[in-house]
């Protein structure tokens, strides 16, 4: 049973940083897509960063780039995003998702990825 597991979330004032963790068990990562979503109350589930291991691509939203940082520890079977500068706007439930074998698509889009974490809340007051 695969099973993906964040940590790290809760309320920061703008300017701050959080590094959200996601911890993976039932298999090993190491070569897959990771992948992180973000959900924010009324607004569809979107696409914050990603990054193929294998292919060596990275992958971040605009409204993100040079704030935010996705990696892995191996050893760990972790990922994490550090997240740093947050605005108000970046309030949201951050999802963490893995690639599995019936994925398709673009590294950012939803469909690449068939296992996801239950999310954990980043708030980011002003």
């Known amino acids: 049973q695969v099973q993906l597991v964040e940590s790290g979330g809760g309320l920061v004032q703008a300017g701050g940083s959080l590094r959200l963790s996601c911890a993976a068990s039932?298999?090993?990562?190491?070569?897959?897509?990771m992948g992180w979503f973000r959900q924010a109350p009324g607004k569809e589930r979107e696409f914050v960063a990603a990054?193929?291991?294998?292919?060596?691509?990275?992958s971040y939203t605009d409204s993100v780039k040079g704030r935010f940082t996705i990696s892995r520890d191996n050893a760990k079977n972790t990922v994490y995003l550090q997240m740093n500068s947050l605005k108000p706007e970046d309030t949201a439930v951050y999802y963490c998702?893995?690639?599995?074998?019936?994925?398709?698509?673009?590294?950012?889009?939803?469909?690449?990825?068939?296992?996801w974490g239950q999310g954990t809340q980043v708030t980011v007051s002003s």
């Open positions: 990054k193929s291991w294998m292919a060596d691509i990275t």
């Open positions: 039932g298999r090993t990562f190491s070569s897959s897509v």
């Open positions: 998702a893995a690639e599995g074998p019936g994925g398709r698509g673009p590294i950012t889009t939803r469909t690449r990825y068939e296992y």
